[in-house]
């Protein structure tokens, strides 16, 4: 399955960067670069810190901007109590349906695994979507998000690779 990558993609990431300078971008790419390309960008959208919208309108265009972009700051969120867990999780849902066109029908819960009393200081959550890919139907996708609350640094992988 070849499919197109989006446009950043295709002048940033090319294993020969001569390529890019002579005008000859990456035009296809497999499935599983997209699905890597995906993560790498939804990583990057959780881990940037949305500034504070409070003061905004909520009619406000800013609402729909890059002024709006990523999560609002991850110490806002009581994740030792399963209401700051849900808090979190809908933020991060609504974060992903905003700004990642990739994803469709977003739900993030935590994963089953968590025990907050024995390791405080790591969160896990599961992200499930719809990877919509651009001429193809479009596939069930999960990705394991670990979060470490005393950085608020989000690290993914996809649910294959944790499970492997």
């Not at 999960?142 to 608020?152: N, Y």
Request: aromatic letters at 6%; charged letters at 25%; a negative charge.
């Amino acid at each position: 399955m070849k499919i197109k990558p989006a446009l950043l993609d295709s002048l940033t990431e090319d294993d020969d960067p001569n390529r890019i300078a002579r005008g000859q971008g990456r035009w296809y790419q497999s499935l599983e670069q997209y699905r890597n390309s995906v993560i790498k960008d939804v990583e990057n959208l959780l881990n940037t810190r949305q500034i504070s919208l409070d003061a905004v309108e909520k009619n406000s265009i800013l609402h729909q901007s890059l002024f709006a972009y990523g999560v609002k700051d991850l110490t806002c969120f009581a994740v030792n109590t399963p209401d700051g867990v849900q808090s979190l999780c809908l933020a991060i849902e609504q974060a992903l349906s905003n700004n990642e066109p990739r994803m469709g029908d977003v739900t993030v819960k935590a994963d089953e695994t968590n025990d907050i009393h024995k390791n405080p200081a790591r969160l896990k959550l599961l992200i499930s979507a719809s990877l919509v890919m651009p001429e193809f139907q479009s596939e069930n996708f999960v990705i394991h998000a670990d979060l470490d609350t005393q950085t608020s640094r989000i690290d993914l992988t996809p649910f294959e690779e944790r499970n492997a």
